[in-house]
């Protein structure tokens, strides 16, 4: 062998050596970093499984409070619904009782008003239970339709009311 085959000998097995060493030094550099590696992963697994818990714990507090909150809602459109009823059917016996002529609707005059220019008996007969100033007995169409109004006019604060307990629940 010449002595330039022998260099280049020489350098391809110094060349072999360095490709070598750097093939073991990556290999023990994968081994710690992938050692790094799992560890991370695991903390981050332990993090995300945290996590979860967490959001698992705040959507069963959400769901009770849900839950709670429809509860109240639910109670208070019966309370809304129970008294709405009880004002429609008292409506109705008033209307019953005006178209039957068992009730009859009257209203207080003002004595001082001349303006009226009507004359109405200034007070009841000795024998009569109504006290006070003059009155005038209502139409009984009249006092039908004043029932109406009214009746719209209760179920209005019976909604309004509802309304206002349900942004107080809402709000709470």
Do not use: F
């Not at 967490?54 to 909150?69: E, I, Y």
């Not at 004595?111 to 009507?118: F, I, Q, T, V």
């Not at 009984?140 to 339709?145: F, G, I, L, T």
């Amino acid at each position: 062998m010449s002595p330039a085959q022998k260099l280049i000998a020489l350098l391809v097995m110094m060349v072999v050596l360095i490709a070598g060493s750097a093939a073991c030094a990556w290999k023990v550099q994968d081994w710690r970093y992938g050692k790094q590696l799992a560890e991370q992963a695991g903390l981050h697994q332990d993090d995300l499984t945290a996590i979860s818990n967490a959001a698992a714990a705040q959507g069963l507090s959400d769901q009770a409070k849900r839950l709670a909150l429809e509860q109240r809602l639910s109670a208070s459109d019966e309370t809304h619904y129970k008294e709405l009823t009880d004002a429609q059917t008292n409506q109705a016996r008033l209307r019953d009782r005006l178209a039957t002529s068992d009730l009859r609707l009257s209203v207080l005059l003002d004595a001082a008003d001349s303006a009226g220019g009507c004359s109405v008996p200034a007070g009841a007969a000795p024998g009569g239970v109504v006290h006070g100033g003059a009155r005038a007995r209502l139409d009984p169409a009249h006092a039908q339709r004043i029932i109406t109004i009214t009746d719209a006019g209760d179920q209005g604060l019976i909604a309004l009311a509802a309304c206002q307990a349900y942004v107080r629940e809402m709000s709470r």
